[in-house]
């Protein structure tokens, strides 16, 4: 493959630098495509632009500093990314989380996908020309900032949950705003895909195009909607249930062609079926503690902290970041807003990490994209990365 | 869990023998290290074989364990999915710094093709056989590979975050 030259056989290719800072490509991304005419021939992908060495970071922080910077990888659903690390970390240490906090985790978690699929199928459609819809239903993605702004006091990077629970419990507050939230969403979302679904332009534009075989995907490694567009029934949250995902009823959507009209469809259904986790959990979520007892890891009240000695030496204990782990290596995944989001986790019993790895699923279904828009239009391969849900700071980690 | 891990033990020992050096649970893991030499061709029988039929590639990484002796201080971890029967191992070999050719997989997933450049990037492993082994997030001109131990968390040539004063 080397896309600078000119000549392949007889013909005259052109060379194009799509990227790294596009306005058509939502992120630093750099293609330099072989074109031949407005036919792609091939291309190459550069990726690294926003690189910030989170693995190596990670092993010079206490455990619970390295939340922050999970919060930077897919950054549209930082709360799926957050839990996930706490997730991680509890089961290195064996705690067991009160069902409570499991639920709110679930609750939090849903939105978080809801806000990443909206990004997704909004800006699908804006990259087909509906400028529309994609205003229409930030609205409600603003919303959901507001509960997690409500909940945790950020909006983009949430920094959400601690090891061993939730900070707090969701003030009278967020519930309102919870509620008024799956009151109205519902209404906001139909009125989104009857603008989008059928609409004749839309679906010229995106069923065929870029599209990926089961195989093909399986091979590349592709999880989450990607995956299940192409036909797998795959998903964390049904294959190895975390968080209580086990308690509740919800479908998984599969595709049939995995092309871009079917990824966006599956997100869509997607979007149904956080909503119905999450009514079953507002409904369901039982009373008790918001967090585990896990003095180790957990931050006491500060009014303890004050008054009581065991609790102000913790509070020093965690906030220098000094508590031992058991040694042992582990890894944990949960279903991320664009796949499967692992963690593995090897420690030596000292305050950092020994190794963190992070299987980002982006980096790992990234390398088909060539593959996926040889052959194409140079528009249609605009709409391939963004139906793909690339997001340059899980890419690049 | 731990039945499968049976399973795999004995199929491992019965296609290579003693090439199995360790095999336990790691929490909900079955994790099997392996002879560097015939980690490839395990990982393709157990890709191949009709009931093991881990098809699928989730992740892999580099390890760096200085404290360990000379002959096992790098290590490569490879981690496997069923999804039918949501089976998941991890293969883990090990291998001495003088030493870090390991057989490329890209030929048997062709997901392993950024993963392996990822890892070359970050510890300098030589994926032998790989199409195009090259960088991939770290700039083409470094010289060393940041993942590595030895290598502080602060780029080597600064000198203005001099912590002499404040300890720490």
């Keep these: ?397 | 869990m731990s039945e499968l891990l049976e399973i795999v033990k004995n199929k491992l020992q019965d296609k290579f023998g003693d090439a199995v050096l360790a095999s336990e649970m790691h929490y909900d893991f079955p994790v099997f290290i392996l002879k560097k030499e015939l980690v490839k061709e395990a990982l393709k029988f157990l890709k191949e074989d009709a009931e093991l039929n881990f098809h699928f590639l989730t992740t892999m990484c580099g390890l760096h364990h200085p404290e360990n002796p000379a002959e096992s201080e790098f290590g490569l971890m490879y981690q496997l999915h069923n999804m039918p029967k949501n089976w998941r191992i991890r293969i883990k070999t090990f291998m001495s710094r003088e030493n870090l050719d390991m057989l490329t997989v890209t030929d048997v997933w062709k997901t392993a093709g950024w993963m392996e450049r990822q890892e070359f990037d970050f510890f300098g492993f030589n994926f032998v056989g790989h199409p195009n082994l090259k960088r991939i997030l770290n700039m083409d001109e470094m010289n060393y590979f940041p993942m590595r131990k030895e290598y502080p968390l602060e780029d080597m040539q600064r000198d203005d975050k001099n912590d002499k004063m404040f300890g720490r």
């Design chain 1, 1 to 397: 493959m080397n896309a600078t030259s000119s000549t392949y056989d007889e013909k005259q290719y052109s060379t194009l630098n799509l990227g790294p800072t596009h306005p058509a490509t939502h992120g630093i991304f750099q293609n330099i495509l072989t074109m031949d005419g407005e036919m792609i021939v091939d291309s190459v992908s550069t990726v690294g632009y926003i690189h910030r060495a989170f693995e190596k970071l990670a092993e010079h922080r206490p455990y619970n500093q390295i939340t922050p910077i999970t919060d930077r990888l897919n950054y549209c659903s930082s709360p799926i990314n957050n839990m996930g690390w706490h997730m991680t970390v509890e089961k290195l240490i064996g705690a067991e989380i009160p069902k409570r906090a499991q639920y709110m985790r679930v609750i939090i978690m849903e939105l978080s996908r809801i806000a990443d699929h909206i990004v997704c199928d909004t800006v699908i459609a804006v990259d087909t020309g509906a400028m529309t819809g994609f205003l229409h239903l930030f609205q409600y993605r603003e919303w959901i900032y507001e509960i997690f702004e409500e909940i945790c006091g950020a909006r983009l990077t949430t920094n959400i949950g601690r090891i061993g629970g939730m900070e707090r419990d969701f003030s009278p507050k967020a519930w309102e705003k919870l509620d008024h939230f799956l009151k109205n969403f519902p209404t906001g979302l139909r009125e989104f895909q009857k603008l989008v679904d059928r609409n004749r332009i839309f679906m010229d534009r995106t069923i065929n195009v870029g599209g990926i075989t089961v195989d093909m995907a399986l091979d590349y490694g592709f999880t989450g909607p990607n995956l299940r567009a192409a036909g797998v029934d795959y998903d964390v949250r049904v294959a190895n249930p975390y968080s209580s995902y086990e308690d509740f009823e919800f479908d998984i959507p599969v595709g049939t062609n995995g092309d871009t009209y079917d990824r966006y469809m599956v997100r869509m259904e997607e979007m149904w079926q956080s909503l119905r986790i999450i009514e079953q959990a507002v409904k369901n979520i039982p009373d008790g503690a918001y967090h585990a007892d896990l003095p180790e890891f957990y931050l006491p009240e500060k009014q303890d902290v004050y008054n009581k000695m065991e609790a102000l030496i913790y509070h020093f204990k965690i906030v220098m970041g000094e508590t031992a782990v058991p040694k042992g290596e582990v890894y944990h995944s949960v279903e991320g807003g664009n796949g499967e989001l692992g963690f593995y986790l090897v420690s030596d019993g000292g305050r950092q990490p020994f190794r963190l790895h992070f299987r980002r699923p982006c980096f790992i279904y990234y390398q088909a994209y060539p593959d996926m828009i040889r052959g194409g239009m140079l528009s249609d391969a605009i709409l391939t990365m963004s139906s793909m849900n690339v997001i340059a700071g899980e890419l690049d980690a």
